[in-house]
């Protein structure tokens, strides 16, 4: 049975930093490529990043560039978000999630994780 369970969530200040994690098993991460979303209750859910099977190549939307970094170990079935100067906005549930295709970021994901809340205070 596939398993994406996130955690690193939590509440923090505006300005500053938490890394979500994501672990997996049931499956061989090296042969997926992932992804983060995030979605706010009443909004439609959100790519946040996503990184190509091998880490070699990454995707990030406008709003996070330059602030987040995904990342991902495979030897420990894991991927990483590493979010830095954060602010409101960017309060949410996150999601990571297992593709079986390398192609870059997609709607339509194979597995899907509980997900985490991220809360950003003022």
């Known amino acids: 049975q596939v398993q994406l369970v996130e955690s690193g969530g939590g509440l923090v200040q505006a300005g500053g930093s938490l890394r979500l994690s994501c672990a997996a098993s049931?499956?061989?991460?090296?042969?997926?490529?992932m992804g983060w979303f995030r979605h706010v209750p009443g909004q439609e859910r959100e790519f946040v990043a996503h990184?190509?099977?091998?880490?070699?190549?990454?995707y990030y939307a406008d709003s996070v560039k330059g602030r987040f970094t995904i990342s991902r170990d495979n030897a420990k079935n894991t991927v990483y978000l590493q979010m830095n100067n954060l602010n409101t906005e960017d309060t949410a549930v996150y999601y990571c999630?297992?593709?079986?295709?390398?192609?870059?970021?997609?709607?339509?994901?194979?597995?899907w994780g509980q997900g985490t809340q991220v809360t950003v205070s003022s």
């Open positions: 990184i190509s099977r091998g880490g070699i190549s990454t």
């Open positions: 999630a297992a593709d079986r295709f390398n192609w870059g970021p997609r709607q339509n994901y194979d597995y």
């Open positions: 049931g499956l061989t991460l090296s042969s997926y490529s």
